[in-house]
């Protein structure tokens, strides 16, 4: 079979040599080195590998960089969902490993003919679903060096630079945010508007006090880092054997990954909060909502542990109003931890003009931001930032004797295996440190100005077209819409009819293979969210993905078909359609 | 400042022609377009970017493949540790992020100058520190291409291939463990010897209940879902107001993670048992000890949950018995949960001759394998199977509305958001896919044994010099040894002398930058660790660290020096020795 350049007979060779005229070997040593350096019994040499050769990660790496940059070229090409039925990789593929090694271009034909036709392309230009998750030069090129290099960053002596580089790009991440200096590793952190100014290096011994970031995969790893924090502070104040009293609060719009989290930890199920929220607050939680809540639960016993404000909700891009919640929290003593998840949110934030999401961000105990959805790293990159960094050590630190060492023991440096749940770590400040420098602070304002921008644009193509409305005001880069063909009810909650129709309209748009958007249902409303974010995204795809909004309408609705503002009042038919869109859609994978 | 081509002003344009010429719009919305298209109010185009730009990727890409090349052709002219001071890069680069672009070229100069000489070269043929975490061209390639594509694989839906490649990569290699069936998606696994059997498929709805394999990132994160599922489980059972009653179990040698994770899912820190070990089972956890400790937590209303038992532990490479100790926590009934942490020890076990050592573990109800150890895949990539899948999916499984899809909703798929933590993931399997198919499992085997048997060589080696002994008996790529200069007492619990003797040895060795090892302390005994397992270690690599460790020696006392043996009773000496080493070594970094 085939034999790659990566497999060198003579590596074996030369050092048998070497070994044969050093004085130190004895005889049964070097039998030992002859077997494993691949000779046999009679010394022919057999083949054995080198799987990190030089040469040969040249040549494939530049295939393998062309094959992306043609996948980018083209990816207009494809479809943005797959059409791909459950089980079809597992037919194509043989049902065991192969026993011999495989050449690359084999593989990568099976890269092209196998796994691209069952990608979602979350990188194609008119992917409008969930939120974003962005590619970009420097991003995919910081990963690919933070994997060559693959120096484990658990603690500082484990790869220096890993963790040096880490905390110097969230300092200047959360600069970027405005956060404030307690968060921030720096303690003189300047103002952008004071550069002159020089940061003065910290204190011995202060890097294990006090604020400072840390880059986490996911914003639920961020949560479980915080929430044992919080939990076991709060522990060691009630006793052990109180943690089913342990309250946690967010509202019914806070994602789904915090009830994880919280549940993780070891908070009862019956003990997370999700306050209900409204239209009149546009689903934002309520500060009175959030008090009523936790005096209800002190004087029932109970002990108010935490808050997850969010900055940016998944349904809707809503807005917890960080100052008067965690006023509310600190209100009520007794040091409950006030999380904000800007997962998206906190994106907009590095713009002046959108900044105020943030604001009473300074009362929080943390805030975590997917540098993944706005800032071009590729996942994972969640940058999470905590002011009482010692709490978080607290719980999380380990100091067995074989990861003991000098730095660790003089307390100098940061060990960010204290930081986080694990031990092993990726280098991934690298690819947030060239993102950065390769746009500059002021062309990453402009991207994400550019999506806001598009994201404006089409609420203005729905809001004059008499059938759709937008059913939230749009915030940041996100549209909530639907078409209102139905007799509203008074209450906004009319259920079935619109729900059903939209539906419809949803699986129609995504199954054109042309667009991709998602679905949410707040108030009882189920709406398609047309969330613009892809670093491809261009004005054009905005109005591409309208005009097939708009043919789709037109196509359930011919009677209302161009545009025309449609009556109220034809119930009936989307039920109708629904039923029969089961059998017309064989299309898994889109919603 | 710098313009890269990856700002194009021309995409924008080309739109707005689109947009002019487009019947749809509306004058409002093509105002708001030519706002957004980075035009200003007189209508003078203003720059935009692109951070996606084809041809850019490619030209940078390009750069870095060669950057990385060229690094590892000249990895051996690194030192292995880096010498920085701690705080070394916040005094080098600027305090704040670039407000402008910065080209490439001067990142990367920056990536040479300041980064490189903070690395610890985890890739450098003489690391013999730790655990070796493998790089190869495959794995490289591997994550290169996830983060190239950028999918998002939480469902299956997400992204079709990412979930299915997964499925199919984890039962490969399950099969090549020569894992039960039970803990493989595939019901007709078949053996290797049977290769003209083909797999069934699954029957529809069964992706949902019985064994599979996930990849998730480290050993923790394995640990945690396990420790969650299980806890969960025996809570249904016992009330939710039982967690301060549930105990978990492990080895004086379980790697400091599990008491991480068992904390971080709620066990009370005194209800985690860390068996004491012995030297007699060579540090493995004892079946009868488990039995006392599980009788006696009984004996007092403590309810029995988790066993955490590991294949080849960090110290020393210990085995615990998996089938006597499978044996022991399944006569206790209850359904106690154990897990087998083979991280490291998981990888020997392609071959047939070293499988035995996870004999036993159709007992166990989960296992873990770091292919980031041995598998060449890069970190981060550790390889969980579990036999019953819905018990992790009732306590890990989310389904918002905003997620829900057809396919999800059809029971026909996957959802990895529901068999790990986190929500976000990357698309991991690729890489694995690549190692297992650039290899083969041939060459693997060959790769693995390659290890073992350098390993075999040091250990003759320290052998064969009187004045050192090998501590406990080697197993797969680890020698645990150490200088023997003083008396030893009888129990082998010498404490003071000979760990000072062997501590300034192990920075003597170190402090030359040109070999890396680290230490353990295990009975009492303070011992080298030299972990075989770089990808670029050829056997002389080994000779050359051996023959530091002499002249070291031989340094250290030169009336002992070349490799005459030693007479015991010098005492005084190392005490002395120790007190001046704290002088001399300026080296952080090294242990």
Redesign the interface.
């Known amino acids: 079979m085939f034999s790659?350049p990566?497999?060198k007979k003579e590596?074996?060779s030369?050092?048998?040599s070497?070994?044969i005229t050093?004085p130190?070997?004895?005889s049964?040593?070097f039998l030992?080195?002859q077997?494993?350096?691949?000779h046999d019994v009679a010394g022919k040499p057999t083949?054995?590998?080198?799987?990190?050769?030089?040469?040969?990660?040249?040549r494939?790496?530049?295939m393998?960089?062309?094959?992306?940059?043609?996948?980018?070229?083209n990816i207009e090409q494809y479809p943005v969902t797959?059409k791909?039925k459950?089980?079809?990789?597992?037919?194509l593929?043989p049902?065991?490993?192969?026993?011999?090694?495989?050449p690359?271009e084999e593989?990568m034909r099976d890269?092209q003919n196998?796994?691209?036709?069952?990608?979602?392309?979350?990188?194609h230009p008119s992917h409008f679903a969930?939120f974003a998750?962005?590619?970009?030069?420097?991003?995919?090129?910081g990963?690919?060096?933070a994997?060559?290099?693959?120096?484990?960053a658990f603690g500082?002596?484990?790869?220096?630079?890993?963790t040096?580089?880490e905390?110097?790009v969230m300092?200047?991440?959360g600069?970027?945010l405005n956060l404030p200096r307690t968060f921030l590793f720096?303690c003189g952190?300047?103002s952008?508007s004071n550069?002159e100014l020089?940061?003065e290096?910290?204190p011995s011994k202060s890097?294990n006090v006090g604020g400072g970031g840390v880059i986490v995969?996911?914003?639920?790893?961020a949560l479980?880092i915080v929430l044992?924090a919080a939990?076991?502070r709060k522990l060691a104040e009630i006793g052990?054997?109180g943690?089913?009293k342990l309250v946690v609060y967010c509202s019914d719009q806070t994602?789904?990954?915090f009830?994880?989290?919280a549940?993780?930890?070891?908070i009862?199920p019956?003990n997370i909060r999700a306050i209900a929220t409204t239209k009149t607050t546009s689903f934002a939680l309520s500060p009175d909502s959030l008090d009523s809540a936790i005096r209800s639960d002190v004087e029932t016993g109970m002990v108010p542990l935490f808050l997850c404000a969010t900055v940016g909700t998944?349904?809707t891009t809503a807005v917890d109003p960080l100052e008067p919640l965690c006023r509310v929290a600190a209100e009520h003593g007794g040091g409950m931890w006030v999380h904000v998840d800007a997962a998206y949110g906190g994106g907009p934030c590095i713009c002046p003009e959108f900044r105020h999401a943030l604001d009473g961000v300074e009362g929080a105990d943390s805030i975590s931001v997917?540098a993944?959805k706005w800032f071009?790293t590729?996942?994972?990159c969640c940058c999470l930032w905590v002011k009482d960094s010692g709490a978080v050590k607290r719980?999380?630190s380990?100091?067995?004797?074989?990861?003991?060492?000098?730095?660790s023991d003089?307390g100098?440096?940061v060990d960010y295996k204290d930081w986080q749940?694990?031990?092993?770590?990726?280098f991934r400040s690298?690819k947030l440190w060239?993102?950065?420098?390769?746009?500059?602070?002021?062309?990453l304002r402009?991207?994400v100005?550019?999506h806001v921008?598009?994201a404006?644009?089409f609420e203005?193509?729905v809001e004059?077209d008499g059938r759709f409305e937008v059913v939230v005001p749009r915030r940041f880069s996100l549209v909530c819409f639907r078409m209102v063909m139905m007799t509203l009810s008074d209450n906004d909650d009319d259920g079935g009819g619109n729900n059903l129709m939209n539906k419809k309209l949803l699986e129609r748009i995504n199954g054109s293979g042309r667009v991709f958007m998602?679905?949410?249902?707040v108030g009882g409303i189920y709406m398609l969210?047309f969330a613009v974010g892809g670093?491809?995204t261009?004005?054009?795809h905005v109005?591409e993905a309208?005009?097939m909004v708009?043919e789709q309408a037109d196509a359930i609705y011919p009677e209302h078909a161009n545009?025309c503002s449609a009556p109220n009042g034809i119930r009936g038919v989307s039920d109708q359609s629904h039923a029969k869109s089961n059998g017309e859609?064989s299309?898994?994978?889109?919603?």
């Open positions: 790659s990566a497999y590596t074996y030369l050092c048998l070497h070994i050093n130190i070997f004895t049964s040593s030992s080195f077997a494993m350096a691949g083949p054995t590998t080198n799987p990190m050769n030089s040469d040969e990660f040249r494939q790496g530049h393998f960089i062309d094959f992306i940059a043609d996948y980018y070229a797959s791909v459950p089980g079809y990789l597992r037919d593929l049902p065991s490993a192969p026993f011999e090694a495989e690359i593989i890269i196998h796994i691209i036709p069952g990608i979602t392309h979350w990188q969930y998750c962005t590619a970009s030069t420097a991003g995919i090129l990963e690919l060096l994997a060559g290099l693959n120096a484990q500082w002596a484990a790869s220096p630079a890993a040096e580089l905390m110097v300092d200047w991440f600069e970027m720096s952190a300047r952008r550069q020089k940061l290096p910290k890097a995969g996911t914003t639920c790893d479980i044992v939990r076991d052990k054997d943690i089913g994602h789904c990954t009830e994880k989290a549940k993780v930890v070891g009862q019956g998944t349904s997917n993944h071009l590729t996942v994972d719980s999380l380990t100091n067995p004797e074989y990861l003991r060492n000098r730095a003089s100098d440096v749940l694990t031990l092993s770590r990726r690298l060239l993102v950065l420098r390769s746009h500059g602070v002021g062309n402009e991207f100005r550019g921008a598009m404006e644009a203005r193509l004059g998602t679905h949410a249902v969210r670093t491809l261009e004005p054009r109005v309208w005009k708009q545009g859609m299309d898994y994978s889109s919603n």
